[in-house]
């Protein structure tokens, strides 16, 4: 059977699995609720946006060699800590003296990992590179996730609206 494994860190964009940090932080900072950190912040993630894992994977079933393994992420990685700062800048304004001001710290989960780096040279030599960068999509992901969220709020207010009249 003809195999290609792929490995990836952390993907993220409109949409993705609401318990993830990017879109977990973006979901508590549009109901003004702080965004939390798992121990100090300091864990390291690569992040990269869905329309860049399609195209590597597209490059990789065209390109790419069976039986190989291809690590797909950015150069760059991440702190949690400065992922959540980010998505509280593209939600608004801050507090510019504290840079924690809408973040709280939690205890650390006991199996989070401290680093994911991946190295995607190989993946780069077949020709894909990332083209969305983390700083250019982080406000346009948080404007999508505030929109679903108060669409999701005006869905419920008049099903509830609708059971009180019913009443």
Not at 87 to 98: E, Y
Not at 104 to 112: A, L, P
Request: with cysteine; hydrophobic share 40%; aromatic share 10%.
């Amino acid at each position: 059977m003809p195999i290609i494994i792929t490995r990836g860190n952390t993907f993220y964009g409109p949409t993705p699995y609401p318990d993830i940090l990017v879109a977990k932080s973006f979901v508590l900072l549009s109901q003004k609720s702080l965004a939390y950190i798992h121990g100090n912040g300091d864990h390291c993630r690569n992040h990269v946006y869905v329309i860049d894992i399609a195209e590597a994977f597209d490059v990789i079933m065209n390109r790419g060699n069976v039986g190989s393994v291809y690590n797909v992420g950015p150069d760059q990685e991440k702190t949690n800590l400065q992922v959540v700062r980010d998505c509280v800048r593209a939600s608004g304004p801050q507090d510019l003296i504290n840079p924690n001001a809408n973040i709280t710290f939690v205890k650390d989960r006991e199996v989070n990992g401290h680093q994911y780096g991946i190295d995607s040279s190989k993946l780069n030599k077949l020709g894909w590179t990332q083209k969305v960068s983390w700083e250019r999509i982080s406000h346009v992901t948080f404007i999508h996730r505030a929109k679903a969220f108060i669409r999701m709020s005006a869905v419920f207010v008049v099903i509830f609206l609708v059971r009180i009249q019913l009443a």
